[in-house]
């Protein structure tokens, strides 16, 4: 009943930007936390950055003063910009949603089906 869909990935070279936006969709009745996850292959998956219902907002240290999360309400819809993009930020990126579904009294998690991001050097 909720589909959570990740763009924006792609190759860019070192140095270069990307923004990713990630849409959640459905029987939404709120969405407290959206989250950027990544993983690079044979590396577990991190947390990169996520943003609460109230904006506030968390980075993983690595990407700090490059990255920056930010939401629109109106159209469940986050955003990653990645600026000064380096080769270690090669990954897929994931995002998730922590909602509510209308009519249910309990949060529930829902993943996207990931977005390739490639920095060359």
């Known amino acids: 009943q909720v589909q959570v869909v990740e763009s924006g990935g792609g190759l860019v070279q070192a140095g270069g930007s990307l923004r990713l936006s990630c849409v959640a969709s459905?029987?939404?009745?709120?969405?407290?936390?959206m989250g950027w996850y990544r993983q690079a292959p044979g590396k577990q998956r991190e947390l990169v950055a996520s943003?609460?219902?109230?904006?506030?907002?968390n980075y993983v240290e690595s990407v700090k003063g490059r990255f920056t999360v930010s939401r629109d309400n109106r159209k469940n819809t986050a955003y990653l910009q990645m600026n000064s993009l380096k080769p270690e930020d090669t990954a897929v990126y994931y995002c998730?949603?922590?909602?509510?579904?209308?009519?249910?009294?309990?949060?529930?998690?829902?993943w996207g089906q990931g977005t390739q991001v490639t920095v060359s050097s």
């Open positions: 998730n949603a922590d909602l509510v579904v209308l009519g249910n009294w309990r949060t529930a998690s829902y």
């Open positions: 459905g029987r939404i009745f709120s969405i407290k936390t």
């Open positions: 943003i609460t219902s109230d904006e506030s907002t």
